[in-house]
């Protein structure tokens, strides 16, 4: 184990040891293992979209086999999906990648302005797959929001208390926020703040964009000079308020994008201190090959291989 792991596993010294084993188990796995960097592939969209608008632009990701096999060839830290996907092909690639089970999801079939995900599966499900950690998704900005911080605490408590890592997804959505506001510098670091606040391992937020959605909050940010200008300065300051960087954030892939434009949001990320990217559509919506390239350049730049 290096040191960075080991000054990472530190932060986390109220968990017990099999919690801290199993965030060693994705830290210290793939291309990325050693590094305190992360690369995640998520499959969630199946449900959370819809299986044309996920997988039609690359047939093979029907297949639940193939996400296996693409985070495993890719060398990712760690392979995330819903108990559907991870229970039809666990067994042929046990041990293979660590796993993490999302327990809650929404679909789009009514998708409402204040969304509230179901709890669909649980942390003896994670534990009996043999996962490293569990998932689990809140919106802050939902009239809902209440209903899911218990959620999360609920599950936190279980998965800690069971040996596993957790890992929350937490995305600004609702009634309460503008869709500017949703990517809100302001906003996507108080996500990042209740994450941890509720327990969170490692935290997944969408990257933020110069915005300011609270009247209150562009008071603090101007007044105290607060350095939002760059994405590399935002990426900062939402590390910065998970704990002074004191847990680990990832950031989100989002739809598909120019390669070069990707690859610029990952040198922001590494350059701002983030620890990575958990990224799904960029990566198997693309045809095989060209998706373990993209993922092993994502990877290079974390790694300071490619500036």
Same mark, same amino acid.
């Given at each position: ?139 802050? &900005? ?29 995305y600004p959505r609702g009634s309460g926020l503008s ?92 350059? &701002? ?17 060209? &998706? ?11 790694a300071g291989e490619i500036q």
């Amino acid at each position: 184990m290096t040191e960075r792991v080991r000054e990472i596993l530190s932060w986390y010294e109220s968990d017990t040891p099999g919690t801290r084993a199993n965030l060693a188990r994705m830290l210290t796995h793939g291309r990325l293992g050693g590094t305190g960097k992360m690369v995640i592939l998520p499959v969630d969209q199946g449900f959370e979209h819809g299986p044309a608008r996920s997988f039609a632009p690359n047939p093979a990701g029907y297949d639940p086999d193939y996400h296996f096999q693409l985070a495993i060839e890719a060398g990712c830290n760690a392979y995330a999906a819903p108990l559907g996907f991870l229970e039809a092909g666990v067994t042929k690639f046990l041990g293979e990648i660590p796993l993490i089970l999302k327990l809650n999801n929404h679909d789009v079939l009514h998708d409402e302005k204040d969304p509230l995900s179901a709890v669909t599966s649980s942390v003896d499900d994670a534990l009996r797959l043999g996962c490293a950690g569990v998932g689990f998704t809140i919106y802050p &900005g939902s009239a809902h929001a209440r209903v899911m911080y218990q959620e999360a605490r609920e599950i936190a408590r279980e998965a800690k208390a069971k040996g596993l890592a957790v890992v929350i997804w937490s995305y600004p959505r609702g009634s309460g926020l503008s869709k500017e506001g949703e990517t809100a510098i302001d906003v996507v670091s108080y996500a990042a703040q209740i994450a941890a606040q509720l327990g969170a391992h490692i935290i997944k937020v969408k990257l933020p964009t110069a915005h300011i959605e609270l009247a209150e909050a562009q008071k603090v940010y101007q007044r105290y000079h607060v350095p939002i200008d760059t994405l590399a300065d935002r990426v900062r300051h939402v590390v910065q308020s998970a704990f002074n960087g004191k847990r680990i954030v990832i950031f989100s892939g989002g739809p598909r994008s120019e390669d070069e434009v990707f690859f610029q949001e990952a040198r922001a990320i590494r350059d &701002g201190g983030g620890f990575g990217s958990i990224i799904g559509r960029n990566s198997f919506q693309r045809q095989k090959a060209e &998706g373990l390239a993209f993922l092993r350049t994502v990877m290079q730049i974390y790694a300071g291989e490619i500036q």
